[in-house]
């Protein structure tokens, strides 16, 4: 059942035969808000710290992500891809589930999940697609290289038999320093997720970073430093909720950044500028490597300049990015 391709160029083509082939209506996202998923403020905020925390201190190394959806974290992860690395997207999209449990599961939540919709949605912010296994989460192993990750997003089921082994092949896959994010570790509906997440913890070494309302972030290294590194950095911030607390003899970070300052958003090539003309800056790569300037500039801005003014300036630069 494993498909799997290689990244291939195409985006004229993708949206050229995008909408009207008479079998579906594939999604043409003018920004990354409208693309479909579960991706909130405090875990954008999250992901482009730590991402680019990784591209500063020159850690490379693959990204992975088991459980795409229609793309929403995954566009965002392509744009922290440094020259050189992959990044492997792992989903069923559609096709049938390896239990009845699994399939259940996939009916209620993404029923109308295609392949070719997650490439539509991928190829309106990307030129080209990531690598891409069409598959059962249970192919990683085989699939991806031991210790060649830096970076592994766990959001396929939500089901604690495959989580469990979701997070096994995380750990196999990473390198000693790579980070791991949990979906929906918390959520009254999965309590399998946070079975699966906790046991980690307390039998298999894994050591929490911090939590989200959403995701459970970790790391089988060390998590001291980036820990230290990421609470001075919120809150400096000043626009986030932070919280230390100790689970089982383990440090933690809690961390709400609900009405942060989020970095910017990668941009969609069908976004339009407020003329109505195709959008100069839409080049479907400005979150990730290329955004950390913006913020940079963002962040110049604040320091240098009166408050009332950078305050006017950032209002427009948030209306810029969303439109
Ligand atoms: C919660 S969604 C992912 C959301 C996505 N990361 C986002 O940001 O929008 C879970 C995805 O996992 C996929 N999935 C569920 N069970 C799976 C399995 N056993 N193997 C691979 N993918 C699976 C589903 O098809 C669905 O696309």
Redo the contacts with the bound molecule.
């Keep these: 059942m494993t498909s799997t391709s290689t990244p291939r160029a195409g985006a004229t083509d993708a949206h050229d035969t995008a909408a009207g082939d008479g079998q579906e209506k594939l999604p043409q996202p003018r920004s990354f808000r409208e ?5 909130y403020n405090t875990d954008i905020v999250l992901f482009d710290w730590l991402l680019s925390r990784q591209d500063r201190l020159e850690q490379r190394g693959d990204l992975l ?10 566009i ?1 992860l392509q744009s922290y891809l440094a020259p050189g690395e992959t990044f492997t997207v ?5 096709s049938a ?3 009845a449990s ?1 399939e259940r ?2 009916r209620g ?2 029923s109308t ?1 295609t392949r070719r919709g ?1 490439e539509s949605n991928f190829l309106s912010f990307h030129d080209e697609l990531p690598r891409v ?1 069409h ?4 192919v990683v192993p085989a699939e991806v290289e031991a210790g060649s990750c830096r970076f592994v ?1 766990v ?5 604690y038999e ?1 989580v469990r082994p ?1 997070i096994a092949a995380a750990r196999t896959t990473l390198r000693p320093d790579g980070l791991v994010v949990l ?2 570790y918390r959520s009254s509906h999965t309590p399998g997720v946070a079975c699966a997440t906790w046991q980690a913890v307390l039998e298999d070494g894994l050591r929490p970073v911090c939590v989200s309302a959403q995701k459970f972030y970790g790391t089988w290294g060390d998590p001291a430093p980036v820990q230290d590194e990421l609470h001075a950095a919120l809150r400096e911030r000043g626009d986030c909720w932070l919280q230390w607390q100790d689970v089982a003899g383990h440090r933690l970070l809690l961390v709400g950044a609900d009405k942060a300052e989020i970095p910017q958003l990668p941009r969609s090539r069908h976004a339009k500028s407020r003329a109505g003309a195709r959008d100069s800056e839409g080049d479907g790569a400005r979150g990730g490597r290329g955004a950390a300037l913006s913020a940079l500039s963002r962040r110049t801005a604040r320091e240098v300049l009166p408050p009332v003014i950078s305050r006017h300036l950032s209002r427009v630069l948030r209306g810029a990015r969303d439109r």
Excluded: I, Q
Aim: aromatic fraction near 14%; charge should be negative; hydrophobic fraction near 40%.
């Design positions: 693309v479909r998923g579960w991706f992500e088991m459980g795409a959806y229609l793309g929403k974290s995954a965002m792992c989903d069923l999209f559609g589930a390896p239990s699994n599961e996939m939540s993404y999940l997650f296994l598959a059962p989460t249970s997003h959001d396929a089921s939500h089901l495959h979701d979906d929906d």
